[in-house]
Each structure stands twice: as C-alpha cells, then as structure tokens.
C-alpha cells in the first residue's frame, strides 16, 4: 500500500538509506496521516528508526523536534552529521547493504 507523503526506505538523503522515509514518518505522525501499525520512533532498539538514529549518533526526539520545527532533509541531516557523529563512506555502504537487505532471509 502506498502512503502518500512516505518515501520508499530505499531512497537516500545525504546517501544514507532509511533516513528520509523517518523523517517522513515524523511529519506524516504529526499530522495524523501515519496510519497504524508504523514502527516510529526509538520505543525499540530493533526499529529502523531507533537503529538509523543510532547509526548516526543522535536522539530521536530531538531530531523529531528539529524536523516538527521545520527542518528540511538535508538540514536535519546536517544537524545530525554536526551533533552526532559523521559516518565514513565505508560505514555508509555497510548500513545501506544492511537496511536495504534485512529481512530477506533474516529469523523473522
């Protein structure tokens, strides 16, 4: 089912996969158009979003803050490639295969 408004996980900002489908997921929630059943947020260590905010060294919420005040995408992600830490391109490859990848024959 497409969502209006939601990016495939696999489209990049900053070349980083998942990253603009969360921030998405962000806007869409606080609009009240993210229907349920959506993993949002960092509740679980295991969704992509608290593992994407992980990978770039950032907290969740006040990275929803910045991006509920307005932000734009490459705007968020220089803020957290400023507050968090700045993955190498080798790294960036890494999460990209996993993210892209996970789930194909994982344990479900």
Same mark, same amino acid.
């Given at each position: =089912?497409?969502? +209006?408004?939601? *990016?495939?996980? /696999?489209? $990049?900002?900053?070349?980083?996969?998942?990253?603009?489908? =969360?921030? /998405?997921? =962000?806007?869409?929630? %606080?609009?009240? $158009?993210? +229907?349920?059943?959506?993993? !949002?947020?960092?509740?679980? +260590? $295991?969704?992509? /979003?608290? *593992?994407?905010? *992980?990978?770039?060294?950032?907290?969740?919420? &006040? !990275?929803?803050? !910045?991006?509920?005040? #307005? &932000? $734009?995408?490459?705007? %968020? =992600?220089?803020?957290? !490639?400023?507050? #968090? *830490?700045?993955?190498? &391109?080798?790294?960036?490859?890494? @999460?990209?295969?996993?993210?892209?990848?996970?789930? @194909?024959?994982?344990?479900?």
């Amino acid at each position: =089912m497409k969502i +209006p408004g939601l *990016r495939a996980a /696999d489209e $990049t900002v900053g070349g980083i996969v998942h990253f603009g489908r =969360m921030l /998405d997921k =962000m806007r869409l929630h %606080a609009a009240g $158009t993210l +229907p349920e059943g959506y993993y !949002l947020g960092d509740g679980d +260590p $295991t969704w992509w /979003d608290s *593992r994407c905010c *992980r990978f770039l060294g950032v907290n969740y919420e &006040a !990275l929803s803050s !910045l991006v509920l005040g #307005g &932000a $734009t995408d490459e705007a %968020a =992600m220089e803020w957290c !490639l400023s507050q #968090g *830490r700045q993955p190498t &391109a080798e790294e960036i490859q890494i @999460w990209n295969a996993f993210i892209v990848k996970r789930g @194909w024959r994982d344990e479900a």
